[in-house]
């Protein structure tokens, strides 16, 4: 009886006094303000996943300690020593949550949102506890597992010897039973993330009969391998019609142009596809030209591309090539040179015939892209060889943080100028834009004109990879427009925070995160492409034109 009882009690997992203090220190530093608001249920799996982590990380270290036979408390004197500890980070987990309350309702505040309903605190709790609770099993069937083939080698070799033979064993099995899973589940998410765009292969629309209209009968770029951005986005838009009845003048149909990443084999022959297209559709007779760089899906922001089309009164061609299936986070990461060599082949091929055109007779030429686009376009506008014929212009919203002419450009601004607003020499050439200013301070323009759109609470902007340990610029300014004040820089917190936040930034209110809102785009098309007889009202009436169709956009293509 006493034999069962004690297999019994072993099979009940030891808490470690170490892990149990490191993992709350954890979850209290998970409830520390932050960019992004979060619900309680995503804020109650975060403080039980750090908590778990810190537990691990605590158990290591004991076992380490013990391992190097390091002094340790014993008696009284130990047991005093752990209850003051835990008492201290009771309280200090207790401040947190209180913390979290204030923070939270603060910056909800500042996004328009409503306050944390009651009863988060005690929701988040429940649910790091269970979230903890769940890790911890796992950890501890994970250690049964290793005692298990500890003991059996303990019986043919040093138990030195078992200890590190058998942390290999676990480590192999754990790797091969869930390779398999994992990588399945990962391929699996990326295969979907592919049949969103291209499932419609077989069940997309009927083609356009318009042979205007990229897709057509009478288009050089197939319907059905365009994939569902480029459809929409060369159907959805503003026709003359409608930008007619907003401006009160006659208008032209836009060129949209949208070449999809199977509708050629290579970069190089789909950038040749897209100029072919353009000349089809006679997209160099147009007064603008935009070459746009899409989302890592492929996706075109129509808060962006509609209004702009209703300035120029449809006088206006756009062009698009696909680089990616993926969610940008992954075409970050799988399809990173992808995205790049596409930018550059596209931008190449289109300026390289858009300069053999007569100066007086060709569309001025401007370059866009959005997020992981603006990144891609970014690195493809070599600056310096469009010295002798320079572009007409740029307009990148929510540059990525690793974005190397950004960052060079941000390093050069003015003295006392903040980082997430800077001013850059005159403002002749390059302007900053937000949800607060359209970019229209500063001297007059000059040839060029280059205005970058980033709101404060953007963390895929403002990410700092060096945040482990150091406080990033613009935490050590005062707080940008839809930032709480109460955000701190903790090492290593910090930067914890900020990942996440760049996770969840798409699900920030318009215009706020990474959520950029048709409104904040036209003030900086304005300052671009200087549409002509274009007004201050003529702005705030697009703008109520757009928020009153869609939250978003202009069209409903989103």
């Known amino acids: 009886m006493a034999t069962t009882k004690m297999k019994a009690l072993r099979l009940i ?49 004991e076992l380490i300690w013990y391992a190097a036979s390091m002094p340790v408390l014993r008696g009284t004197i130990r047991r005093a020593a752990w209850v003051v500890a835990f008492v201290a980070v009771l309280v200090l987990l207790g401040q947190a949550l209180r913390y979290s309350a204030l923070w939270q309702d603060d910056l909800r505040g500042r996004m328009g949102m409503d306050p944390v309903p009651g009863g988060h605190l005690m929701a988040e709790l429940l649910i790091a506890t269970a979230v903890f609770s769940v890790l911890f099993a796992v950890g501890a069937a994970v250690a049964f597992f290793f005692r298990l ?44 993330t592919f049949e969103a765009s291209q ?174 686009g603006a990144w891609s376009s970014m690195y493809a506008t070599t600056l310096f060889q469009l010295v002798n014929d320079p572009i007409d212009g740029a307009f990148w919203a929510g540059p990525p943080f690793p974005s190397d002419f950004w960052n060079r450009v941000q390093r050069t601004r ?26 229209s301070t500063g001297a007059d323009w000059g040839d060029m004109r280059i205005v970058f759109l980033q709101y404060p609470s953007d963390a895929i902007v403002f990410f700092d990879p060096l945040s482990l340990w150091r406080q990033p610029i613009w935490m050590r300014e005062p707080a940008g427009d839809g930032v709480s004040p109460y955000l701190r820089f903790m090492p290593i917190v910090t930067q914890f925070q900020l990942a996440l936040d760049m996770a969840i930034s798409t699900a920030a209110p318009a215009g706020y995160g990474h959520s950029y809102y048709a409104g904040d785009y036209i003030g900086p098309w304005v300052q671009v492409t200087a549409p002509e007889g274009w007004t201050p009202s003529d702005t705030e009436r697009l703008k109520a034109h757009c928020d009153n169709g869609f939250q978003k956009g202009c069209s409903n293509g989103e």
């Open 149 to 192: 083939i500890r003991a059996r080698l303990y019986l043919v070799m040093p138990p030195r010897r078992a200890n590190v033979i058998g942390a290999i064993i676990v480590v192999l099995v754990l790797f091969f039973v869930t390779r398999d899973g994992l990588l399945d589940q990962t391929i699996g998410f990326l295969d979907e």
């Open 199 to 372: 499932s419609l292969f077989e069940k997309a629309a009927p083609a356009p009969t318009d042979p205007r209209i990229p897709g057509s009968a009478a288009s050089l770029v197939d319907w059905a391998t365009m994939g569902a951005p480029g459809r929409n986005f060369v159907t959805l838009g503003p026709d003359a019609k409608a930008i007619s009845a907003f401006t009160g003048k006659p208008a032209l149909d836009p060129v949209r142009v949208y070449v999809g990443r199977a509708n050629r084999d290579t970069p190089e022959e789909r950038a040749a596809l897209a100029l072919d297209e353009l000349k089809r559709l006679g997209a160099f007779d147009r007064k603008i030209l935009v070459v746009a760089s899409p989302t890592g899906t492929g996706w075109m922001d129509p808060g962006s591309h509609d209004p702009l089309e209703y300035m120029h009164n449809g006088d206006i061609a756009t062009v698009a090539v696909q680089y990616s299936y993926m969610q940008s986070p992954f075409a970050l990461v799988f399809e990173t040179r992808t995205g790049l060599d596409q930018a550059t082949a596209t931008i190449a091929t289109i300026y390289d015939y858009w300069i053999t055109l007569p100066k007086d007779r060709r569309p001025r030429l401007y370059i866009h892209g959005l997020s992981l």
């Open 414 to 439: 003015n003295p006392g100028s903040p980082w997430v607003l800077p001013k850059i020499g005159d403002g002749s050439l390059i302007r900053y834009a937000s949800r607060t200013e359209d970019g």
């Open 13 to 61: 997992p030891r808490v470690s006094a170490p892990g149990l203090l490191l993992g709350l220190l954890c979850a209290a530093a998970s409830f520390t303000p932050s960019l992004i608001p979060r619900d309680h249920v995503l804020q109650g799996a975060l403080a039980g996943v750090v908590m778990a982590l810190g537990y691990l990380t605590g158990r290591c270290a």
